[in-house]
């Protein structure tokens, strides 16, 4: 991909903490990724948008349907990555 330099004003102290913690050349790839996040949030807020103008808002009894089996998705993986955690600590 093409690059192009800008110039852009950020707080010194939240800058400077990014440098600290990223190391010499890795603020524009840090910048450039915090970006892409915020278009992907920016793009599915746009994305929620039409589905409540085309399907109406979520119900609170779907949003806790969907929050049960986000959970029932966490604990199935947490237990998953435990178990090879165990096989990997028994092959050791």
């Known amino acids: 991909?093409?690059?192009?330099?800008y110039t852009v004003t950020l707080p010194e102290e939240?800058?400077?903490?990014?440098?600290?913690?990223?190391g010499p050349g890795g603020?524009?790839?840090?910048?450039?990724?915090?970006?892409?996040?915020?278009?992907?949030?920016?793009?599915?807020?746009?994305?929620?948008?039409?589905?409540?103008g085309e399907h109406g808002s979520v119900t609170d009894d779907?949003?806790?349907a969907a929050e049960a089996e986000r959970r029932?998705?966490?604990?199935?993986?947490a237990e998953r990555d435990a178990a090879a955690d165990g096989q990997r600590w028994r092959a050791s």
Not at 1 to 5: Q, V
Not at 28 to 41: G, N
Not at 72 to 77: K, S, W
């Open 14 to 22: 939240l800058a400077e903490e990014i440098r600290q913690d990223v």
């Open 1 to 5: 991909m093409a690059t192009k330099k």
């Open 62 to 64: 779907e949003r806790a």
């Open 27 to 52: 603020f524009s790839a840090y910048v450039t990724r915090a970006i892409e996040r915020q278009r992907e949030r920016d793009r599915l807020g746009e994305l929620v948008s039409w589905l409540e």
């Open 72 to 77: 029932e998705f966490e604990r199935h993986f």
